[in-house]
């Protein structure tokens, strides 16, 4: 099987597209979690850096496998 581009794609649109479904996600994670930790502890607070911290991190690493670096197209 050799590597071939099927389609032609925006990258910025789809890493935009991404950033915007990581946030929609960050949100429902929280919002569940609130449920069963106030929100005003520090546990909670550590928790939520945790969440924001490795929701972050696997999407960059996705797009950056997918598309490379482009992170600094979006400055």
């Given amino acids: 099987m050799s590597n ?3 389609q032609e794609v925006n990258v910025l ?3 935009k597209d991404v950033g915007k479904k990581n946030k929609r ?4 994670l929280l919002s569940e979690i ?8 520090s546990d909670f607070q ?3 850096k945790f969440v924001l911290d490795e929701t972050n991190g696997y999407t960059r690493d996705i797009i950056n496998d997918v598309f490379g670096n ?3 197209l979006l400055r």
């Fill in 46 to 48: 550590q928790l939520r």
């Fill in 13 to 15: 649109d789809i890493v």
């Fill in 34 to 41: 609130e449920k069963y930790m106030e929100s005003g502890t």
């Fill in 4 to 6: 071939m581009i099927v």
């Fill in 25 to 28: 996600l960050q949100a429902a």
């Fill in 70 to 72: 482009v992170e600094y």
